[in-house]
């Protein structure tokens, strides 16, 4: 399969595109920084999510080397705005809607375009397990995981009838840089809450993707699934 | 581009939607034919089927990238998704735009 996977410079994008390159898939990802994965089935595309030419660039060039594509992963997000809402800039709140919602709303319009045509696909957004819990401090990154949500809902009854669906998968905390400003002990209270009450890994992330992407998953369509017991 | 080989195009592609998605139009298609709306043949499902094969078209026969449900043709008094006619008018001033 084709899978497109933004944010894969780092972190959980760059886990996912190396399994999925593993796999035999040919992986094409993108993040703003240089490649940083050498693999022959891997394709690197530097340019902004929120950039609305540079995604219709990104796309036409993948429809003309491609053919298309059968997966979106919209992976890439920031958390620029982790405070209370008294204390976020403005800037800080746009960027992280912009990148968060926007891009991936970006991503996914430009891609079903594609899939409408070969009559499938598959749409993977990124939730977060932030948007059950509606921590103090994370009112702009939850509100942006929570626009991506409702957006998965529609956008799937939009898409079902081109044989594409698109769903929404929530992991638990994973180890990455994303992590960095979140206070270590804040987070553990909140892990405590979970059925699996540590962190998470890419793993069940992937294994849960693999299953939404396999043909047996056709009439799984716009769902949200929570890992780490939540 | 002339504007008739625009609208031959539209037209065309119309006639092609309306084919695969198994329905019959009787009437004449022409400019007035309309996209959208009670009295066009197309549902919901049709006019986005035609507006991204009109987008792929526009770029693999004439090899301009254009985006016709942009923020200016949100905003137009006369709405470009209304007829042959207007989307067509539509595609013609984007694509100047770019020439
Ligand atoms: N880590 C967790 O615990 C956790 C938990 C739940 C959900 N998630 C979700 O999982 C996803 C990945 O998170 P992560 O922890 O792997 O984050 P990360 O380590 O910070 O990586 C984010 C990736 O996105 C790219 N990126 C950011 N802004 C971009 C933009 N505007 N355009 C293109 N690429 C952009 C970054 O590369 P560049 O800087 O080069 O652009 C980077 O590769 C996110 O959707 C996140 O919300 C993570």
């Known amino acids: ?230 | 581009m002339t504007k008739v080989e625009i609208e031959q195009a539209v037209i065309n592609l119309f006639k092609q939607v309306i084919t695969n998605s198994g329905k019959s139009y009787d009437g004449t298609v022409d400019n007035n034919t309309p996209i959208m709306g009670a009295e066009s043949p197309f549902d919901s499902i049709d006019l986005v089927t035609f507006i991204v094969a009109l987008e792929q078209m526009i770029e693999d026969d004439w090899s301009f990238s254009v985006t016709l449900a942009d923020d200016r043709a949100m905003s137009q008094t006369i709405s470009p998704f209304k007829t042959i006619g207007t989307i067509s008018d539509y595609i013609e001033v984007l694509i100047k735009e770019q020439q």
């Open chain 1, 1 to 230: 399969m084709v899978i497109v996977i933004t944010g894969t410079r780092k972190g959980i994008g760059k886990e996912l595109a190396e399994y999925f390159c593993n796999a035999g898939h040919i992986v094409i990802g993108c993040s703003r920084g240089e490649k940083s994965i050498e693999n022959v089935n891997y394709e690197h595309h530097s340019f902004d999510i929120t950039d609305e030419k540079s995604v219709k660039l990104f796309f036409s060039q993948l429809r003309k080397n491609r053919g298309g594509l059968d997966v979106l992963i919209n992976n890439a997000a920031v958390n620029n705005a982790l405070a209370p809402v008294a204390l976020v800039s403005y800037n800080a709140a746009a960027s992280t809607m912009n990148t968060n919602f926007m891009g991936s709303f970006l991503m996914a319009r430009e891609a079903i375009k594609l899939m409408m045509k070969n009559s499938f696909g598959r749409v993977i957004n990124m939730g977060s397990m932030a948007v059950k819990y509606e921590e103090k401090g994370e009112a702009i990154y939850t509100a942006s995981k929570a626009a991506v949500l409702a957006m998965t809902k529609i956008l799937a009854k939009e898409v079902y009838q081109y044989g594409i669906t698109c769903n929404a998968v929530s992991p638990s905390a994973i180890k990455t840089d994303l992590m960095d400003n979140i206070d270590p002990d804040a987070l553990n209270v909140v892990l405590k809450r979970n059925a699996i009450p540590e962190m998470g890994t890419t793993k069940e992330l992937i294994d849960t993707i693999n299953w939404l992407i396999s043909p047996q998953a056709n009439k799984i369509t716009a769902q949200n699934i929570y890992l780490g017991g939540v």
